[in-house]
């Protein structure tokens, strides 16, 4: 990092909040291919769009057309396409906007750091973590493989793709998400209302009193 950039104090949390009456943070979809992880993202993403939140999809394939498309899918490359989409969605959620990220996110320390990103405080006037919720879209191989909308499983195990998750590359699945959905068992909308259900319950989409005062 270079040395020579100082930190500029920004809007307090509280007063982005009252002006635009939401909470931001980040809900980090992982899983392996084709296990439903953005289209479960889209139809969340729809869902709070029309009951007014400001919501935004950050998506595995699209960032890498600009963002991250300097990058491949060796190790290295992965651990930097998820660490810079985890810049993003802190961004996103600073914002008071809804993050949504659906990345394969294979590695465990990866996830940890994108959780460590949105728990860090970088100036004295955050003084409160962005909440970050992961929601493991969980699925056997053996099913992601047999729906392999696009066909990258047939052309991984073909050896046309290295280094493919599942089949050339590891899955670390998580550890303790906040939520696991598995997509094999439950239709899309069940899945969004799960996960509303666990928002809702843990004061995510609670909206900040327009008429309190900013402390």
């Given amino acids: 990092m270079a040395t020579n950039i100082t930190w500029h104090p920004s809007l307090l949390p509280q007063e982005r909040i009252a002006l635009r009456n939401q909470r931001g943070l980040t809900i980090w979809f992982t899983g392996l291919s ?8 889209t139809a969340l ?34 651990v930097e396409n998820i660490r810079r989409v985890a810049e993003v969605a802190r961004l996103f959620a600073d914002s008071t906007t809804i993050a949504l990220t659906s990345f394969i996110s294979p590695y465990r320390a990866d996830r940890l ?13 955050a003084n409160a973590p962005i909440p ?22 047939k052309r991984a195990r073909s050896g046309e793709i290295k280094d493919f998750t599942g089949i050339s590359a590891p899955y670390e699945a998580p550890d303790s998400p906040e939520l696991t959905i598995p997509s094999h068992q439950m239709s899309v909308e ?26």
Avoid: C
């Fill in 190 to 215: 069940e899945a969004v209302v799960k996960i509303m259900g666990y928002l809702q319950a843990n004061g995510h989409l609670d909206l900040w009193p327009k008429n309190q005062e900013l402390q």
């Fill in 34 to 41: 084709a296990s439903g992880k953005s289209t479960i993202a």
């Fill in 45 to 78: 993403e729809q869902h709070l769009l029309r009951l007014g939140f400001a919501a935004y999809r950050l998506d595995g394939d699209n960032v890498r057309f600009g963002l991250n498309k300097d990058l491949g899918f060796g190790e290295k490359d992965r």
């Fill in 132 to 153: 970050f919720v992961e929601v493991f879209v969980d699925v056997p191989i053996e099913v992601a493989e047999q729906r392999d909308p696009k066909g990258l499983y």
């Fill in 113 to 125: 750091l994108a959780r460590q990103l949105h728990a860090a405080t970088h100036a004295p006037e």
